[in-house]
């Protein structure tokens, strides 16, 4: 087969400066590239080549290797050029080659120290002799030296290896990596008529920038549709400062490469950098010293190959982080992830995946900033109030009328509960299954239940403990419900029995309050005790039927979650929720997954974070079990417990129906 | 019904005796328990009243209260009470008494706790080399990070008698109220090891006992290694317990060669000095004549 092309234009790294990641995007925008008539080919088809040994990035090549590899790329490229032509797209089109082997296919090391990149020219030479291209535009990301040389390293130890950053780059002070030189040396080559130059740290800007950016040296800026190309791009997957300390330690006893990627996989799960900031280890002594060593050069780097960027912008952290803020030309910051139920699943995929919490923070971060252009409101609850007025309000009946008055004039309904009655999990589904249903992401869903959330046909809802019943006795607790008239509520209730256990674990193991006396002790108690909540009770059962109440059974939600979800939803006047919808919700919601998050710290939301992950009764989900207060309680203290329900109105009313009224000796829903 | 006439079975460890397994059988299994009369104490429960033996010195009574309690209700004739803790540290380096050197004070704590009842003991043992590498690995998973010459170099190899511990047991709660069992047992499985522990409480016990317990795997040489590089910079409990779980998953001594921590002759030296003791100390036939507790 033969090549058509005569224009060729090379993607030649650098390494560690988002090669990988721009592949990776290209690969998805292939099909779309076709249509332009790029015929492209990413570095995961040359590494697959037989002979890739036989290129001449590589000094153990021999004549007949760099024959074999020839024809391999010149096969791998006719391929592609053949399918364009078949779909009845420009035969002739240009050729797009992304590898940062062009550069060079080894790590930056003391070899560098010779030569920067010594093998490069000989590389694309290489390239550009097989493929017969009479015009050649190389296109180069460059990084700022004292990171370049700091990921390098990084990526080194992450390979397994354990030597010291000094022997890797002895020479390290010395202006060894001048851009200007490697440039030099690939513009005169024959063919070349272009070198683009770019700056890596564009990526601040995000990577649908970075991207769009690259596209522009193809005069392609614009012209493909990057929706769901650049979503889950992360550029940094590194060892943060402690990961890298480790891996130091445990590299040497490693022998094999399952092992290695074992530890890998494990140390970048587990201690990678959540930021850029977190991978860095150099004193900053030295860092300066770095900077100052390749000042000029990097001027002239700028001055020559990046006008349209400050010429200082590798002098310091403060003008390098400038050029991915969009203040320093170029690009502009992210106008890029959409907050889409795309981001969900990235953000998803890369919780499924055990990645760190940076591709999880990158996708919120322009989702926020995506719902902050679409005029949703994503900060603060609106509803809050002041927590000294609600305070305040909590013991006085008429300010009490106030707040919630107040409140509802910020939502269209409230969930009402007292603690440790499932609300956590109630809201949680209900803000999947609204997400879902209205395809409105948002950072934490448990702000759809905060009236955080604007959206036209969206519910504003507010989830309350009311008048916060669990902190009085029972006389303080107020009964007027009136305020609530004319906003819906949803009434969420529990077994008092399993609420009081619950509450006690909550304070004591989660919380870590102080308490004078074991669990027998808090049912008794007063305060936040069984008569709390038999008193809560109390105060709403005369008012379901004059309010525009449902009351939702924490036994029935555990019985049939997707039941009540609907119920909620219905109520709430969320129509046409599909049933895949309530699945999913309910799925996502499940206990099992909500415990492995707070487990894992996975988490977004601090609330299901737990304090101590080794002591199971300090989780916020912690057991989701009906009746499980049997497991704790001795038979004297469960039966003062029955007869006091019997003997409240509201418990009786809310179906909680003791052996005490039957004599069957069990909880009768 | 009088509170006295009820029994109190405490298993005060040892560490390293299959307490995990015993525990989690007993916290999965509390509605069978139940149906036996017997009320077990959950280990996290337990964790407030004793800690290391010093709650239980320092306050005895939360427990006590928990005891009283339960047995206030008719139907319970037995509460289980069981954390390896009880006796305090072990092997700790500067101790001059034996391998738990906390032990007799504690002890007496524990009869005076208990002398409202009837008090049996469970006290589960191993031989001294298994006990020994067995709990220096353990120190390795919490984290710590000394080499096995260098920590087992620091032990008095003339105070690892397990029988300064049963002599106090026996002393304060009577040798026949005290049981001593031999972990070794478990070979034969762990179902029947659970079995033992019950039928030790009341030779009727004989309900079905059918448990799968999780799995903990004990790192392999490998493992270790890796362990004791890396541990001294993890900082916090859960960091710990991540690198724990990974060391086990795919470092454990099913995968690779087991760590080799005692040299033959040093485990021939452990038993020269122990083995005999131990033995009758396992099979009963030396209750002493120390028994000055109560019948």
């Known amino acids: ?84 032509a078949d779909a009845g797209g420009m035969a002739r089109g240009p050729v797009l080659i992304a590898s940062d082997h062009l550069v060079g296919a080894a790590n ?75 440039i030099a040396r690939l513009d005169a080559l024959p063919g070349v008529v272009d070198i683009r ?116 912008s590798y002098d310091s952290n403060a003008a390098t982080a400038r050029l991915g803020s969009g203040h320093a030309g170029g690009a502009g910051r992210s106008r890029d992830i959409p907050a889409s139920a795309d981001t969900d699943a990235t953000v998803r995929a890369a919780r499924a995946d055990g990645r760190t919490a940076q591709v999880v923070g990158r996708v919120r971060a322009a989702r926020r900033r995506a719902a902050a252009r679409a005029g949703w409101v994503a900060g603060r609850s609106r509803a809050a109030l002041a927590p000294w007025v609600a305070r305040a309000a909590d013991r006085n009946t008429l300010l009490y009328g106030v707040k919630v008055r107040l409140l509802a004039r910020r939502c269209d309904a409230f969930i009402v509960s007292y603690p440790k009655c499932g609300r956590t999990w109630l809201r949680v589904m209900l803000g999947v299954a609204l997400s879902e249903h209205h395809s409105v992401a948002v950072r934490n869903v448990r702000k759809f239940t905060n009236a955080d959330v604007d959206h036209p046909g969206l519910p504003r809802i507010l989830a309350t403990h009311d008048d916060s019943p669990h902190t009085k006795p029972p006389h303080r607790i107020i009964r007027s419900k009136r305020a609530y008239a004319g906003t819906k509520t949803v009434l969420l209730v529990r077994d008092p029995r399993d609420v009081v256990v619950s509450l006690y674990f909550h304070n004591t193991r989660r919380r870590g309050l102080p308490y004078d006396g074991d669990l027998a002790d808090f049912v008794r108690d007063r305060t936040g005790g069984l008569a709390s909540v038999l008193a809560f009770y109390d105060a709403w059962t005369p008012h379901l039927d004059g309010l525009d109440v449902l009351v939702v059974r924490y036994e029935d939600m555990h019985a049939d979650p997707a039941r009540a979800l609907q119920r909620v ?86 179906g909680y129906v003791t052996h005490a009224d039957d004599g069957s000796g069990r909880t009768r829903p | 019904m009088s509170p006295i006439r009820r029994t109190v079975v405490f298993h005060v460890g040892a560490h390293k005796t299959g307490t995990s397994l015993l525990q989690k059988y007993m916290r999965d299994n509390a509605a069978v328990l139940r149906r036996h009369r017997m009320y077990y104490i959950s280990r996290g429960a337990m964790n407030d009243y004793v800690g290391w033996g010093d709650k239980l010195l320092a306050d005895p009574e939360p427990l006590a209260r928990k005891v009283r309690t339960t047995l206030l209700i008719p139907w319970f ?150 362990a004791l590089a890396a541990n001294p910079h993890l900082t916090s409990g859960p960091e710990r317990k991540l690198m724990r779980t990974f060391l086990q998953e795919h470092f454990s001594n099913q995968r690779y060669p087991r760590a080799v921590l005692l040299t033959d002759e040093q485990k021939r030296d452990l038993r020269d000095r122990y083995a005999a003791e131990y033995e009758a100390l396992v099979s009963g036939r030396e209750p002493h004549g120390r028994t000055a507790g109560r019948p």
């Open chain 1, 1 to 84: 087969m033969t090549v058509q092309a005569t224009d060729l234009v090379l993607h030649i790294g650098m390494q560690q400066s988002g090669a990988n990641m721009l592949q990776r995007a290209l690969s998805r925008l292939r099909p779309q590239l076709r249509t332009h008539g790029v015929a492209f080919i990413g570095h995961s088809h040359i590494a697959d080549f037989e002979h890739l040994a036989g290129w001449r990035c590589r000094d153990d090549a021999d004549a007949a290797q760099a024959e074999a590899f020839e024809r391999e790329l010149v096969d791998v490229v006719a391929h592609e050029q053949k399918r364009i």
């Open chain 1, 108 to 182: 930056l090391d003391a070899a560098d120290e010779t030569a920067f990149r010594p093998n490069a020219a000989a590389a694309v030479a290489h390239v550009i002799t097989a493929l017969g291209a009479g015009r050649v535009r190389l296109v180069l990301h460059t990084r700022r030296q004292d990171r370049l040389m700091e990921l390098c390293y990084l990526h080194e130890i992450q390979m397994g290896r354990h030597h010291a950053f000094d022997d890797q780059f002895p020479r390290r002070f010395e202006r060894l990596l001048d851009y200007t030189d490697l």
């Open chain 1, 197 to 312: 130059v770019r700056p890596f740290e564009l990526i601040g800007a995000g990577p649908r920038a970075f991207v769009e950016d690259f596209l522009g040296t193809l005069d392609l800026a614009g012209a493909l549709d990057l929706d769901g190309v650049t979503d889950d791009l992360r550029p940094y997957h590194v060892y943060s400062r402690r990961g890298l300390r480790i891996a130091l330690a445990m590299n040497p006893q490693l022998e094999t490469a399952h092992e290695r990627v074992l530890v890998r996989q494990f140390l970048l799960r587990n201690f990678s950098a959540e930021d850029d900031r977190w991978s860095r280890f150099m004193p900053k002594g030295e860092r300066r010293r770095i900077l100052a060593a390749y000042r000029d050069a990097n001027r002239r780097l700028f001055q020559r190959h990046m006008p349209d960027l400050p010429e200082d």
């Open chain 1, 569 to 654: 939803l219905a109520f709430l006047g969320v129509d046409g929720a599909d049933e895949s919808v309530v699945r999913r919700a309910v799925d996502c919601a499940s206990f099992d997954r909500l415990q492995r998050m707070e487990r894992d710290g996975s988490a977004s939301t601090r609330a299901l974070r737990t304090p101590a992950a080794d002591d199971p009764e300090s989780y916020k989900v912690r057991r989701g079990k009906v009746g499980g207060y049997t497991d704790y309680l001795t038979a004297p203290v469960i039966t003062a417990m029955d007869v006091a329900i019997a003997r409240s109105s509201g418990a009786r009313a809310l």
């Open chain 2, 77 to 226: 004739t037995t509460v289980i009470a069981s954390h390896e803790n009880t006796l305090g540290p072990p092997l700790r380096e500067h101790h001059d008494v034996h391998l738990y050197p906390r032990a007799p004070e504690i002890i007496d704590g524990l009869g005076e706790l208990l002398a409202p009842y009837r008090a049996r003991i469970m006290l589960s043992i191993r031989p001294q080399e298994q006990f020994i590498e067995s709990y220096y690995l353990q120190s390795i998973h919490q984290g710590r990070h000394k080499r096995f010459d260098e920590w087992y170099a620091r032990l008095d190899l003339d105070a690892l008698s397990w029988r300064p511990v049963v002599d106090k047991l026996y002393e304060v709660f009577g040798s026949e109220q005290v049981d001593v069992i031999d972990f070794r047992t478990i070979t034969r499985g762990q179902d029947d090891y659970i079995g033992d522990f019950f039928r030790r409480i009341d030779p009727r016990h004989t309900f079905d006992i059918e448990y799968t317990a999780v799995h903990n795997p004990s790192i392999s040489d490998k493992g270790l290694q890796m």
